[in-house]
Antibody, heavy 120, light 109 residues
Framework: QITLKESGPTLVKPTQTLTLTCTFS??????????VGWIRQPPGKALEWLAL???????RYSPSLKSRLTITKDTSKNQVVLTMTNMDPVDTATYYC????????????WGQGTLVTVSS | SALTQPASVSGSPGQSITISCTGT?????????VSWYQQHPGKAPKLMIY???NRPSGVSNRFSGSKSGYTASLTISGLQAEDEADYYC??????????FGGGTKLTVL
């Protein structure tokens, strides 16, 4: 059974850097084709895809946020980390990590999400 | 930019409804990699359809997907109260990225 769980600060100040960790089980980021992605959702608004990292360490970012995002993986710890720089109140959202199956362009397992509020 | 979905749709129990998802020649129109997600309030999204028309194991066959040109569609037949939720489409893009739609709120009358 695949499970994912997001962790990180619930409150960050404007201009700070956000670091979120996705810890997963039941999947291996060493398996060909597998990926883990990040998606966010501001309160009452739509889902927004942020980034995806593949088993081979290839990475993809949302074009509109690319300059602020970095995604990395630690296969030995079963973790994927997302950092977002220069946080702003508009970045207040629930952040989800999710599993991308081999060669699939969708997410079949999602974490519960973590709400991050940006406020001074 | 985000795929275009109607903000809301509604239907009575037992009826069928269809939610559209319109993209461009760089996403929906170019690939059969459209997926659909259901999200109940306060919950994580749940995959309902992948690759335009495939249902994951455990998803009711009342849910079906299709695509024509730049528009993908999710149809729910035999509407039930538990289907009331937000629905999002997503597509792979020519930039090797993913994009979501703006979401559709389904109300079961």
């Amino acid at each position: 059974q695949i499970t994912l769980k997001e962790s990180g600060p619930t409150l960050v100040k404007p201009t700070q850097t956000l670091t979120l960790t996705c810890t997963f089980s039941g999947l291996s980021l060493s398996t060909s084709g597998v990926g883990v992605g990040w998606i966010r959702q501001p309160p009452g608004k739509a889902l927004e895809w942020l980034a995806l990292i593949y088993w081979d360490d290839d990475k993809r970012y949302s074009p509109s946020l690319k300059s602020r995002l970095t995604i990395t993986k630690d296969t030995s710890k079963n973790q994927v980390v997302l950092t977002m720089t220069n946080m702003d109140p508009v970045d207040t959202a629930t952040y989800y990590c999710a599993h991308r199956p081999s060669n699939g362009w969708f997410f079949d397992y999602w974490g519960q999400g973590t709400l991050v509020t940006v406020s001074s | 930019s985000a795929l275009t979905q109607p903000a809301s749709v509604s239907g009575s129990p037992g009826q069928s409804i269809t939610i559209s998802c319109t993209g461009t020649s760089s996403d929906v129109g170019a690939y059969n990699y459209v997926s659909w997600y259901q999200q109940h309030p306060g919950k994580a999204p749940k995959l309902m359809i992948y690759e335009v028309s495939n249902r994951p194991s455990g998803v009711s066959n009342r849910f079906s997907g299709s695509k024509s040109g730049y528009t993908a569609s999710l149809t729910i037949s035999g509407l039930q109260a538990e289907d009331e939720a937000d629905y999002y489409c997503s597509s792979y893009t020519s930039s090797s990225t993913l994009v979501f739609g703006g979401g559709t709120k389904l109300t079961v009358l």
